[in-house]
Nanobody
Framework: QVQLVESGGGLVQAGGSLRLSCAASGRTISNCAMGWFRQAPGKERELLAAISWSGSDTYYVGSVKGRFTISRDNAKNTVYLQMNSLKPEDTAVYYC??????????????????WGQGTQVTVSS
């Protein structure tokens, strides 16, 4: 079992930055693809970014490409999401998730086996 805990959310003004962390415990996530997701009120949970086992390959959805950066430190069993140029429409609860195995692109949400509890990000205009 993997337990994931997100941190780093908060209130920020438009144009600002936040860095989210996702700390894993219970077992290593070095053999898991990792993803960051968000869910705004009344909307479905959406994938924002995903990263391969080694961290050498990443994927971003169009709305965050160029503004968000996903990274991982397998030695620390932690994944990060650096968010820059934040917009009010980025307001949501942000989740990290782990998917055992190498594939990290085009993965349905239900194949992510482990999820964190989420951290709130609020961007004011």
């Amino acid at each position: 079992q993997v337990q994931l805990v997100e941190s780093g959310g908060g209130l920020v003004q438009a144009g600002g930055s936040l860095r989210l962390s996702c700390a894993a415990s219970g077992r290593t996530i070095s053999n898991c693809a990792m993803g960051w997701f968000r869910q705004a009120p009344g909307k479905e949970r959406e994938l924002l970014a995903a990263i391969s086992w080694s961290g050498s390959d990443t994927y971003y959805v169009g709305s965050v490409k160029g503004r968000f950066t996903i990274s991982r430190d397998n030695a620390k069993n932690t994944v990060y999401l650096q968010m820059n140029s934040l917009k009010p429409e980025d307001t949501a609860v942000y989740y990290c998730a782990a998917k055992p195995g190498p594939a990290y692109i085009g993965i349905p949400l239900n194949l992510y086996a482990y999820w964190g509890q989420g951290t709130q990000v609020t961007v004011s205009s």
